[in-house]
């Protein structure tokens, strides 16, 4: 593992444990852009780690510190995300400049850290999320090519069993969403769906309750 110390991070307050860790994509052309960005005093954003496409991990920020990573963010009606996770960036061009697979060196290398910060933090499985969970009006991150199955086989975070659809019930779905730990329902519904999707549902990011979403809603929540 390199290491290539970022100035943008701070103490995590006192007593504060990791209880969330929280994946990425870095949104940039090149890897070299995303940890030029990453170690800018003046972009004033950071995360733990920047796992490349082809393996490479590089440590910016201890993981007793506070990186900052999630922004304006929430999650089970709390704010402060970034005093209370783990933040790990994946090299990927994003939405905005060639969206692609997350190569099998990264995913690899991915695993293999998560486990290892797993070990030493005990977050729950699921308290494992990207960053569409936690800010879904503005963020699309990891996005629906992320592999999540992979990861939760692996034993890092949650996902679901293959389940029957359901008759769509939007009171119900928005009782499991806000269960699970979704917030901004009160703002945008939809957006917050399409979160969901984007995690738990990839083939079908619409931001509608359909039978299939409120089926994967019901495995999820039976999980809890």
Not at 60 to 84: D, I, K, Y
Request: hydrophobic letters at 40%; aromatic letters at 6%.
């Amino acid at each position: 593992m390199d290491r290539q110390p970022s100035p943008n991070h701070d103490a995590r307050p006192p007593g504060q444990a990791v209880e969330i860790l929280l994946l990425h994509y870095t949104g940039m052309p090149s890897a070299a852009a995303a940890l030029e960005r990453l170690c800018d005093p003046a972009a004033k954003v950071s995360a733990h780690y920047l796992v490349d496409e082809d393996g490479r991990v590089v440590q910016l920020v201890e993981e007793h510190r506070r990186a900052w990573h999630a922004g304006h963010a929430e999650w089970r009606g709390r704010a402060e995300v970034n005093a209370r996770s783990i933040g790990i960036e994946l090299v990927n061009p994003g939405h905005e400049w060639g969206y692609r697979a997350f190569p099998e060196a990264q995913m690899t290398s991915l695993i293999e850290l998560c486990l290892g910060i797993l070990e030493r933090h005990p977050v729950p499985p699921r308290q494992v999320l990207g960053h569409s969970d936690v800010a879904p009006l503005r963020k699309e991150d990891p996005g629906e090519l992320f592999d999540w199955p992979r990861l939760a086989a692996a034993g890092i975070g949650l996902w679901p069993a293959e389940a029957a659809p359901l008759e769509p019930d939007p009171e119900r779905a928005r009782r499991q969403l806000a269960g699970f730990g979704y917030s901004y329902l009160d703002q945008d519904p939809a957006a917050v769906l399409r979160a969901f999707q984007r995690h738990f549902r990839p083939a079908a990011v619409t931001g509608a309750l359909d039978a299939e979403t409120a089926g994967r809603l019901g495995a999820l929540s039976a999980l809890l």
